[in-house]
């Protein structure tokens, strides 16, 4: 519980990773923030008005794991910070009460310019395999049921959709399009030539114990049908 509201944090009990406050908030607190460098791009979610706990959680967990500065939604109260399940950082969430505070927070961080940058289906978005995602950048979500209110779009700078192949579903869901999205953005903070996030890559995890073909044994060499030979 949170002893200051008396509010109950959720826990995501599919992955045992729970919802909790940081030590410590601000982008100082961030792993590795002492080495961000003036040509790095920091990334930023303002999220309105989700209803499902579940996308929440699986958005903030895409969050902490792509380098996202800041979390600001927008319309839900009681979600302070999203902790992993080592304790080892946080992503800051701040909650302001409309969507233009949102936007105005942003520009005020960043006076030197950031995008406002919408995650939504419209004639005039960019592909995401094509949009530049360069400079500072905020990407704006909608809710589950509505996507981008009228209000978001106005105060968006640009628009991405992510492209599909082979007509099988119309639109992933918000949780999952986050997910495209913000891995896009890492990838390109990351390429060559360009500044990074402002925090380091995590190293490849040491697992307790194998996964995938290295936590069972093989058989060996099989024929064309599958079957093991003998």
């Given at each position: ?138 990407f704006m979500l909608g809710n589950e049921r509505g996507g981008l209110s009228r209000e978001q779009i106005s105060l968006c700078d640009s628009f991405v959709y992510i492209p599909q192949f082979g007509a099988g579903v119309g639109s992933l869901n918000v949780a999952s399009a986050c997910s495209v999205v913000l891995y896009e953005f890492s990838v390109r903070a990351n390429s060559p030539g360009r500044g990074g996030l402002g925090v380091p890559e ?29």
């Amino acid at each position: 519980a949170d002893a200051s509201r008396g509010e109950m944090l959720p826990v995501d009990t599919s992955v045992g990773i729970p919802l909790g406050r940081p030590t410590q908030t601000g982008l100082e607190s961030l792993p590795g923030a002492g080495i961000a460098q003036a040509s790095s791009t920091y990334c930023y979610l303002i999220l309105f008005n989700l209803n499902k706990k579940n996308n929440l959680a699986a958005v903030l967990r895409s969050a902490a794991a792509f380098g996202v500065r800041r979390v600001l939604l927008v319309g839900r109260h009681g979600f302070k910070s999203f902790c992993k399940k080592s304790g080892q950082g946080a992503v800051p969430i701040e909650h302001v009460e409309t969507i233009q505070e949102a936007v105005q927070l942003m520009r005020s961080t960043h006076p030197e310019g950031v995008s406002i940058c919408g995650v939504e289906i419209l004639p005039e978005a960019m592909s995401l395999h094509t949009a530049a995602l360069a400079g500072h950048t905020a990407f704006m979500l909608g809710n589950e049921r509505g996507g981008l209110s009228r209000e978001q779009i106005s105060l968006c700078d640009s628009f991405v959709y992510i492209p599909q192949f082979g007509a099988g579903v119309g639109s992933l869901n918000v949780a999952s399009a986050c997910s495209v999205v913000l891995y896009e953005f890492s990838v390109r903070a990351n390429s060559p030539g360009r500044g990074g996030l402002g925090v380091p890559e995590d190293p490849l995890p040491a697992m307790k114990r194998p996964h995938g073909a290295g936590s069972f044994a093989i058989a060996g060499p099989s024929d064309e049908s599958g079957c093991a030979l003998k």
